[in-house]
């Protein structure tokens, strides 16, 4: 039987797109030829894994890992909500959340290069990713992740299997965790008014400005007195202080208790809360939309020019 040499599991891993490991078995099986394992690749996986890499992937789930202080919050993307309820795609996520927390890597390459084995795929994470695309069907993705590591307590909340909060604290667990829903369920940007980004405040108070600018242009057009400058000035910082107190944390209403802050919920049960992170899946990535009369409407069109 031939020997079969990494550089040639490398070889035919970057002609198929193929895990690693069924590349060696391939090459195994083919005793060491080249085109006949590729052939019994694509019979096994057929092409999906390569083809599927180009697909966004704006579904998913957020999965979490917390034992012993050390936690960890991870995305991972596929292409449709169906396979966010198939059971080696929610194995490979949690999977994925305790490699994170477990070996603290530098980003989502490093991930993948940690040992896991699943689904007889393996023996990377990456090797049961790309294992998994072939097998489903679907591409997916290790989006984002973020490792807790520090003197603070953790508590985490998910939302079903699409938002996911770490929250950061000292003192009452069962408050913390309820910070953590109200997180979830809110969307703060920042603990305090004083940390929200300052192109956000900047972004607010240009609207604000543009709305002042539209009143004023209308209370002309009508040949009603206009707002002074000072008043308007006023009226843009009021909004702007508005909107801190809507998009900070602690300022925000306690979704379980509105006549009270988050702050003032966590002074009463002498909490601290020191941080948070926040994972919506798919925040942020544009998400493809079909326009199937105009998919159908250009096959018949190509039928019509091929007749």
Known sequence: MAAITASMVAELRGKTDAPMMECKKALTEAEGDMAKAEEILRVKLGSKAGKAAARVTAEGVVATSIA??????????????????????????????????????????????????????????????????GKIGENMTFRRFQRFDGSNKLASYLHGTRIGVVVEFDGDEAAAKDVAMHVAAMKPVSLSADQVPAELVERERSVAAAKAAEDAAIATAAGKPVQSAEIVAKRIEGGV???????????????????QTVEQMLKSVSTTVTGFTLYVVGEGIEKKVDDFAAEVAAQVAAAKQSA
């Not at 169906?82 to 490979?92: E, G």
């Not at 927390?101 to 896991?116: E, K, Q, T």
């Not at 809507?246 to 006549?259: C, G, H, M, T, Y």
């Open 68 to 133: 012993n202080g050390v936690g960890a919050l991870i995305e991972v993307n596929c292409e449709t909500d169906f396979v966010t309820k198939n059971d080696s795609f929610l194995a490979l996520a949690n999977a994925a959340a305790n490699l994170v927390a477990a070996n603290n890597p530098a980003d989502v390459a490093a991930l993948g290069g940690l040992a896991y084995e699943q689904d007889g795929f393996g023996p990377t994470l990456e090797d049961v990713r790309k294992g998994l695309i």
């Open 241 to 259: 202080q508005k909107f801190l107190k809507e998009v900070s944390l602690f300022n925000q209403p306690f979704v379980k208790n509105d006549k």
